[in-house]
């Protein structure tokens, strides 16, 4: 499991938070369930420093998209086989 360090917006201020997991995908969903956070700037994982813009991405959007979601286990384990090396 990764640790990341992201950018985000709540409440209207910049705040910098840490989140783990095993994707950028993951956490980004972790994200997507807080409602309070309004927007996600950027991403950094913290053991290669690699790093992602989520400039233009629209949190409200993924989470209408996410209530469909009938079974998470199953898009979990999905999300986990493209992610493997």
């Not at 209207?12 to 309004?38: A, M």
């Not at 790093?51 to 209530?67: A, Q, T």
Request: glycine share 4%.
């Amino acid at each position: 499991m990764d640790e990341y360090i992201l950018t985000v917006i709540v409440d209207g201020h910049e705040e910098e938070i840490k989140s783990y997991g095993d994707s950028i995908e993951l956490v980004v969903d972790s994200i997507v369930k807080i409602e309070s956070i309004t927007k996600i700037v950027k991403a950094v994982r913290l053991e290669d420093k690699v790093s992602w813009s989520f400039e233009g991405m629209d949190l409200e959007e993924l989470r209408k998209l996410r209530l469909g979601i009938n079974n998470e286990a199953a898009v979990i384990q999905e999300l986990a086989t493209y992610n493997k090396v």
